[in-house]
């Protein structure tokens, strides 16, 4: 067969393997009439998820440290650590991912001793993925000190670190740690590792709320409250988060509505916070009038702050008659702040 004929026949071989196509793999490799190492190792990869593996890396003419590499990966997974090491000590020459596929096959079969000695003994340098792998041994060991001391000592981190920390703690239920590290990862992340774990807490359900309001996303604040009702008993700073949520959308109906919930139905009690939330949000809505007669009955003492902030929540031609009322009112109440006056006259 042409050179460029084996080419692109092992491209067809490699798409239907990538993409799962078993079947159809086996047929196009059954039909070349020739095949080189690049064919013999696209099959054996397709095949690594079957227990056949063995038999195709025998019936292969020849191998190559990629070949030995995917079949001591494919071996471990299937639970065949002695075939792996068998041919691990056998190969003449390795690299970074041979050594890998080893420590993975230790950490597969939960020898950890194991794979903390072959990590610190026999690999030569280590990188994300030998980190991660490792990591993984001692979160699934319960060994989360190492675990954590592991993760601290990186550089930087990827989905699937993150992940394997997070999923960690989580299966181990401890709660709080999790919290701590969903609080760090990038949102997209941290939402996928929340859904995944098996208990949240109070807390983790806080940490995901901020993390929603600090990306101006209320309807996600919105429903991870309300999922949040079901299973725990919401707090005064997870009302505090989807006031300010309901602020942002404008709609002071579905803000009362919760104002009023926290009080009548968990027996939280309306701190400062809470009412400067709906303040904010009648303000953006319009209701200025409203906003001022709440600042001025709301059972605490109004500051410099909380005048300013409702006028920061009126926009341009909102900004009614009384406006220089309130100023004066902010101003008499922290005089050193010129924040109001500089909102006045924006707004004139």
């Known amino acids: 067969m042409p050179e460029h004929d084996l080419f692109s026949v092992n491209a067809v071989l490699f798409a239907f393997a990538e993409n799962g196509h078993l079947d159809s793999a086996k047929v196009v490799f059954s039909k070349m009439p020739a095949r080189n190492l690049v064919s013999w190792t696209t099959m054996l990869g397709a095949l690594s998820q079957f ?5 195709t890396f025998e019936e292969m003419p ?3 440290v990629v070949s030995c590499t995917c079949a001591i990966a494919a071996f471990s997974r299937h639970g065949h650590l002695e075939s792996s090491l068998e041919l691990f000590h056998a190969m003449r020459v390795r690299n970074f ?3 890998t596929a080893i420590l993975s096959g230790y950490v597969h079969c939960g020898l950890l001793k194991e794979s903390e000695r072959f990590f610190h003994d026999q690999m030569p340098q280590h990188d994300l993925v030998s980190v991660t792998t490792l990591l993984v041994a001692y979160t699934q060991s319960q060994r989360l000190e190492e675990a954590s001391c592991l993760f601290d000592s990186l550089p930087y981190v990827d989905a699937v670190c993150w992940n394997a920390i997070a999923t960690g703690l989580s299966q181990c239920g401890l709660l709080d740690e999790t919290t701590k590290i969903l609080d760090k990862m990038p949102l997209s992340l941290a939402r996928k590792v929340f859904q995944t774990m098996p208990l949240r807490s109070v807390e983790s359900f806080s940490v995901m709320l ?4 600090q990306a101006s996303s209320p309807s996600d604040v919105f429903d991870s409250f309300e999922e949040m009702k079901i299973v725990e008993m919401p707090d005064d700073s997870c009302f505090t988060l989807v006031l300010m949520a309901s602020s942002q959308v404008g709609e002071p109906n579905v803000g009362g ?14 701190r400062k916070q809470h009412y400067c939330c709906i303040v904010d949000m009648l303000g953006r809505a319009g209701y200025l009038h409203a906003a001022e007669e709440l600042v001025q009955t709301m059972p605490f003492l109004p500051n410099s702050w909380d005048w300013t902030s409702m006028l920061s929540s009126s926009r341009g031609d909102r900004i009614w008659k009384n406006g220089a009322r309130v100023t004066k009112r902010a101003l ?5 702040d010129g924040a109001a006056l500089v909102l006045l ?3 004139s």
């Open 51 to 55: 227990a056949d593996v063995e038999s």
């Open 62 to 64: 020849e191998h190559d």
């Open 97 to 99: 991912s041979t050594c």
């Open 210 to 213: 901020t993390a929603y309001a």
């Open 257 to 270: 509505s919760y104002f009023n919930s926290m009080r009548l139905d968990y027996g939280v009690a309306a």
């Open 332 to 336: 008499l109440s922290g005089p050193s």
């Open 345 to 347: 006259a924006r707004s």
